[in-house]
C-alpha cells in the first residue's frame, strides 16, 4: 500500500496481520499525512485507522511503500 502526494491511497485495505493471524477489515479510515523530524530528516508518515472483523480499532503507519501496526484503540 502506498499514499501519494497528494494524500491518496493506492487501494482500500483489505487485509491486516495481526501476532501472525490475517484478518479481514470491516472499516478504515485516513490517510493523514503527518511530517516528521520537519527540523532535521524531514519524514514522511501516513496514519491510518482500521478496524478488523471482530475486533479493535488499530493505527496503522504507512512509511516509505510499507505499513506497520502502531497501536491499537481499546
Do not use: F, H, K, N
Not at 479510515?29 to 520537519?38: D, I, K, L
Amino acid at each position: 500500500m502506498t499514499v501519494d502526494s497528494v494524500g491518496l491511497i493506492s487501494a482500500a485495505p483489505c487485509l491486516i496481520c495481526v501476532e501472525g493471524e490475517t484478518r479481514e477489515i470491516e472499516a478504515w479510515s485516513g490517510p493523514w499525512p503527518v511530517s516528521e523530524r520537519w527540523w532535521s530528516e524531514r519524514q514522511r508518515v501516513d496514519w491510518l485507522q482500521v478496524v478488523p472483523v471482530g475486533g479493535a480499532a488499530i493505527l496503522v503507519a504507512v512509511r516509505e511503500g510499507g505499513a506497520v501496526m502502531e497501536g491499537t484503540y481499546d
